[in-house]
């Protein structure tokens, strides 16, 4: 028989108080709404972030770690990119005492409900890619009572799976193959999902409502999402074909990287991208020797600004990693692999294995009937539309901007699956114009980055705290408004602040300015009162 259990005391909780407590040995989060409280399993679903230390706006609680959003009254996932429920708690107040009902079989996640397909129902919805946002699309198609038949197809020859830790826990050897699927098969059938992996599409005709598989056969569909991601930008110079030259998009590219990084070996990373960043703290971990060569001054300069860059740059060479910047790779010398780099001013850097990070190309070609932008990027619409019953989503859409009403792409996993969702809502019949804040997180030894909005330029760099103490907060400013920020140490502003820019209440860059310590998450708070 379920037991109630002591856990708090109504007086120590103001509304918009959210803080961890225990129930045995399991940590839940309670949070006072209106008066209310509510009770949710404390740890994120996605990689078990403690949610008590994010942001709480109304009954939407913000897990600091990847920002992913839960609603508190029920559990329901509201943001990637975690997949399922925490468990909700029953809750009850005698006097001033707040009690939590435990259960007979303490559950702490639940899949979020989904219809299956009925036969009845004629229409057939292909999605092209098994990522992040493929993966979303057809997960929340479910969700959303679409019943029809569903298609993924992918090239990949396996389950779908977490990308951004090939490149980091993956690659360093400190997280095995089992983390990398986020459902096993059968989650997918018993979800009438039909997995198509190890086609490719040798072209998809929008016209004729077709696709066309490499090997011949053909599918026809009523509703088609193009989610295929981007291809690594190759590296154009001579002796790129040599053996141990790899990029990093896969496993399978993961694992070929892994057995050729032997302990004491020499590794060049071609490209100071967060890819190449990450991979050279993968590899130093492994106890390789790895230099960067990079064309700029400065690492993410671009993306973060110079005082960034030059941090996280002194965060790898304090691990050993060296860096060889400003300068350009003219040939890969060796005999049946790779044995040096020859940079432009001359210099030969001895190299057992390489690592490209160029950068990605959108993985398009294949598409007839619609007029692809310069870069190979898809335009669409603020419901990420193409054209009539034709979604893009992921790093392959160049969408509206809802804040500054620019058309911008970004190549994020996060957002890859955020867009999906809203895809499918479309491709589901309910109206969904996208309105996502994009986030991404980037690891670099023991520094974990957190980046939220989106920035092509600013005009102004406002940093609060102390970037040489790696605890700050750096916004981006152009035009006096703030477009995206920055961090170390700031998991739970950050929050915070992801939600401000959702609402589109953010401070001023006249108050940033003004209040080098300003407090997001009171702000937050006091928007609520």
Known sequence: MPKEVKVAKVQDFQDGDMREVALGDTKLVLARVQGKFYALHGECTHYGGPLAEGALNGTRVVCPWHQAAFDLTTGGLLEPPALDHPTCFAVRVEGDDVYIQAPDK????????????????????????????????AETLRQDGFTGRIVMLSQEQRLPYDRPNLSKGYLSGEAGPESLP?????????????????????????????ITLADGASLTYDGLLLATGCMPRPLAAPGAGLGNVFTLRTPEDADQIIRAAAPGAKAACIGASFIGMEAAASLTKRGLAVTVVGRGSIPFERQLGPEIGRLLMQVHEEKGVSFRLGRKVTRLAGDDRVRQVILDDGAALEADLVVVGLGAIPATGFIRGLDLEPDGSIRVDPYLKASEGVYAAGDIARFPDWRTGEL???????????????????????????AGVPFFWSEHFDQFLQYVGHAAAWDELIIHGDVAARNFLAFYIKGGRMLAAAGLQQDRQLAALSELMRIDKLPSAETLRREPGFDFQAHLKALQA
């Open 106 to 137: 303490l559950e702490t996640r639940s899949v979020p409900q989904m219809v299956k397909r009925d036969p009845a129902e004629g229409r057939t919805i292909i999605i092209l890619g098994s990522g992040a946002a493929g993966n979303a699309a």
């Open 182 to 210: 986020w459902r096993d098969e059968k989650f997918y059938q018993d979800c009438d999902i039909e997995l198509l992996f190890g086609r490719r599409a040798a072209a998809a005709d929008v016209a004729q409502k077709t």
């Open 408 to 434: 911008i792409r970004i190549e994020h996993w996060r957002l890859a699956e955020q867009h999906g969702r809203t895809a499918a809502h479309n491709l589901a019949g309910k109206a969904a114009a996208f």
